[in-house]
Structure formats: C-alpha cells, structure tokens
C-alpha cells in the first residue's frame, strides 16, 4: 500500500516568513495529493491540493510543488502569519476519483508573532 | 451548502461494547469515507462507500464495519470496543467522482 511521510514535525518561524513541508510518497500509482490543515480540536480543512498531470498550484500565499519523478511533494506558505499555526497533513490517494487517502504523520507550525 | 456532521460529537465506552457513529455528507455528495485519528498512528483511512457500496478499504479488523443509505448517510459500527479503539473517528464527504474530500467535526470516542 502507499506511504507516505512527511518533515519536518514540527516547525516554528517568525512571523512574515516562509514555512515548507515536504512529503514523500511511495506508490507511482497515485495522483491526487491534497494538503490540509487542522487546528486544535477542529476538522482538517483542505487548502490546497494538486494532480499528477500539473507540477505546481498557487493560491495566494499558499503553493503545493510535485516532482512525480522523486515522488515528492511540498507545501510553500510565504508571509506567514499567526493564524497560519496548525497542525499540516499531507495525503496521497493511489486511485483517480477514488477517496482512500493515506495520509504523512503531520507537520505542527508556529509562527511566532 | 451545509457541511459535513457527525452525531454523537462525544461518546464514552466500556471495554466489549460495540458503539454506532453516524455521518451525514453535503447535500449531493455521494461518496463517504472515514478514517481514525490518534496521537500515535495519525490520520489512517478505514473505509469508503460510494452509492450505498463499499468501494475501498483499508487495513483494519473486520470489528470495524460501516453502510451507507440511499440518502448518501453513512454509519460506522465498532463491536467489541478495545481500549485502543479510543480515538477521533472523522467522516469525509466528496461528489465521489473527484477527489476533493470534505470533513466533519468527529466523534471522539472514549473506551474505559
């Protein structure tokens, strides 16, 4: 089955900085990778994911890169903020339109005000 | 377009019980799947339905169980709860015929 991991655990940047986290992935097969965002004791919300057919997405201050080549991706978040601190997770799913999502061990930002 | 909910939001178990979560995906979804939160294993996926059918599972005993109805709910059932089986169990909702997944708020459970 697919594995994904994901560093680092934890990371703390000063605010108006930027934060990376880089997960790899082990089966070729999959081609979906969403990221999310779950700040304590609330739902993991998606902000941002990417396909296999495209090799980089933006929305605003978020970026998701992905080198299918390495089998890694990366989550770019620039001028960080405060309400940027959350717990990160990536996820890989093996099968298009499918939603069997294995997920990294999960990266815990703090931006320090 | 309301979200994804969860009932109960918290619920405490004795070991050897069995314990039934239910999940109720965004209007027109019909895909939902769910997955187990702790501390130590993370976010693992325990299984899907898509269209009242299971269409994908992942490596958990078969104490773990789940159905959907034609209203696209979904229910997930654990019998003979295990201390181990404390945990968030989250519900995700998706048209099914994307990717995009959408989460509810969890039930935490709690087995004494």
């Known amino acids: 089955g697919e594995n994904v991991e994901q560093h680092p655990s934890t990371l703390s940047v000063q605010e108006g900085d930027s934060a990376v986290i880089k997960c790899t992935y082990s089966?070729?097969?999959?081609?979906?990778f969403p990221w999310y965002k779950q700040e304590l004791g609330k739902r993991p919300q998606l902000i941002i994911d990417i396909r296999s057919n495209v090799g980089e997405k933006k929305d605003q201050r978020i970026a998701v890169t992905l080198n299918k080549t390495a089998k890694h991706f990366s989550l770019h978040i620039t001028e960080t903020q405060p309400e940027d601190s959350a717990v990160y997770f990536c996820?890989?799913?093996?099968?298009?339109?499918?939603?069997?999502?294995?997920f990294g061990t999960g990266t815990r930002l703090t931006v320090i005000p | 377009k309301a979200g994804v909910t969860q009932t109960p939001r918290y619920l405490i178990k004795t070991r050897g019980q069995q314990v039934t979560l239910s999940c109720s995906p965004i209007s027109g979804h019909r895909s939902v799947s769910w997955y187990q939160q702790t501390p130590g294993q993370g976010l693992q996926f325990l299984f899907e339905?898509?269209?009242?059918?299971?269409?994908n599972k992942g490596n958990f005993p078969g104490r773990f169980s789940g159905r959907q109805f034609s209203n696209s709910r979904s229910e997930m059932n654990v019998s003979t709860l295990e201390l181990g089986d404390s945990a968030l169990y989250l519900c995700a909702s998706s048209l099914g015929t994307v990717n995009e997944q959408f989460f509810g708020p969890g039930t935490r459970l709690t087995v004494l």
């Open positions: 339905y898509f269209s009242e059918t299971q269409r």
């Open positions: 089966d070729s097969a999959s081609n979906y």
């Open positions: 996820a890989a799913s093996p099968q298009t339109g499918a939603n069997n999502l294995f």
